[in-house]
C-alpha cells in the first residue's frame, strides 16, 4: 500500500470515530507514528556477533546518544543523534491541540506507537484510541 493509500485509511478510520483532519494533518500523524515506532525498536537495540547497539538517553540532560558496545574489547563508543522522538511528539501534540484531540504514545516497538481518541486514553485501555499505523 502506497503512503497516500496509508495516510487515506487513516482518514477513514479517524472519520468513523468523528475525528476529522485534513489529508496532510493525518499524514502527520501517520509518519509520526512510523517515526515513534523505529525510535522505540532503537530504544530497545540490537546485536551481531561484534557489537552491541541502541539509543539510549543521558540520565541527566535526557539528550540521546547512539551508543554501540564493541564485544571484542568492551569499549563503548556514544555518539549524539538527534532527537526525532521528541520531534514527532511535537507534531502530534499541535495537531490534538488544534483539534480538541488526545494522544496516547505507545513505547513497546512490537504494537502500534501512537493512538489518537476524542477522548482521554488511559495506560490500561489506550487501544480505544484510532491506531495511526498502517
Not at 512510523?34 to 539528550?63: H, P, Y
Not at 514527532?88 to 494522544?103: D, E, N, S, T
Amino acid at each position: 500500500m502506497s503512503a497516500r493509500h496509508e495516510t487515506q485509511a487513516l482518514m477513514q478510520q479517524l472519520g468513523s470515530r468523528g475525528i476529522s483532519l485534513s489529508f496532510d494533518e493525518a499524514n502527520t500523524l501517520r509518519r509520526a507514528e512510523k517515526t515513534l515506532q523505529r525510535w522505540a525498536e532503537q530504544e530497545c537495540g540490537d546485536s551481531n556477533a561484534m557489537t552491541s547497539f541502541g539509543i539510549e538517553r543521558d540520565e541527566q540532560t535526557k539528550v540521546p546518544y547512539r551508543v554501540i558496545r564493541y564485544h571484542s574489547n568492551n569499549r563503548v563508543a556514544r555518539y549524539r543523534v538527534a532527537d526525532r522522538e521528541a520531534g514527532a511528539l511535537r507534531r502530534v501534540k499541535a495537531i490534538c491541540q488544534a483539534h480538541g484531540l488526545h494522544y496516547y504514545h505507545q513505547t513497546d516497538p512490537r504494537g502500534c506507537a501512537l493512538y489518537v481518541s476524542n477522548k482521554p486514553l488511559p495506560d490500561h485501555n489506550y487501544t480505544q484510541g484510532v491506531a495511526c499505523c498502517a
